[in-house]
């Protein structure tokens, strides 16, 4: 066989047959190469658009959450005024007036003692908690500190006196209890403190 110049091929050469270690292989592992990268990367990204997607279901299933919780919390804030009134109105009156009142006056006080108890149930439907927090130990927190009082009786840092409940709405705190701080008393051991003393006894 020969070429277009007549003249024969090498033995075993073909027209169109590359040398050993030409181009045409170089080519071909740069472009599987190439190829493995682009589609590493590919994968790489893929992975990383799942992980952000499933971030972002968990956020928005957290902020979901939160919104049915903590989404009456101004209107509940407002209504805790009402049950304040509530209270007063009630307090106004001591058992001794209660008892001298005649039929309809009671009556009246029995429905604003009922409207209360309505109040405070649909508040706990909600998920509104109102806590008194007497002789547990200042935190300032869940309390806010309206003066101190002095009472040797109890341990210093305690609240001696609750002047108006606190309400916790969820885990968060609606309003915090207006407490008086008790001092002259003996010092509030803390809670690690008395338990290892308990296990020495």
């Known amino acids: 066989m020969t070429d277009a ?3 024969p091929f090498a033995d075993g050469a073909v027209a169109g047959d590359a040398a050993p270690g030409s181009d ?3 080519r071909v592992a ?3 190469e190439a190829l493995t990268k682009e589609s590493a990367d590919y994968k790489d990204k893929l992975l990383r658009t799942l992980a952000d997607m499933e971030n972002l ?3 928005t299933e957290r902020e979901i959450a939160d919104s049915r919780t903590y989404g009456i919390s101004n209107f509940a804030r407002d209504i805790l005024a009402v049950a304040d009134n509530m209270e007063r109105a009630l307090g106004a009156l001591d058992k001794e007036l209660r008892e ?4 309809s006056t009671k009556a009246l006080l029995d429905g604003v003692e009922l409207t209360e108890r309505e109040l405070m149930k649909v508040l706990e439907k909600h998920g509104v908690k109102r806590f008194e927090p007497l002789g547990e130990k200042f ?4 309390h806010q500190a309206m003066f ?3 009472d040797p009786s109890r341990p210093a840092g305690t609240v001696a006196q609750v002047v108006q409940p606190g309400y916790m ?5 609606l309003r915090p209890a207006m407490v008086a701080v008790a001092k002259g008393g003996p010092k509030l051991v803390p809670e690690s403190q008395s338990t290892n003393d308990n296990a020495d006894a």
């Open 5 to 7: 110049t007549g003249r």
């Open 24 to 26: 045409e292989g170089k």
């Open 30 to 32: 740069d472009l599987i």
């Open 57 to 59: 279901r968990r956020r």
């Open 100 to 103: 001298k009142a005649d039929g």
């Open 139 to 142: 935190d300032p927190n869940v």
């Open 148 to 150: 101190e009082l002095p």
């Open 169 to 173: 709405i969820g885990e968060r705190v």
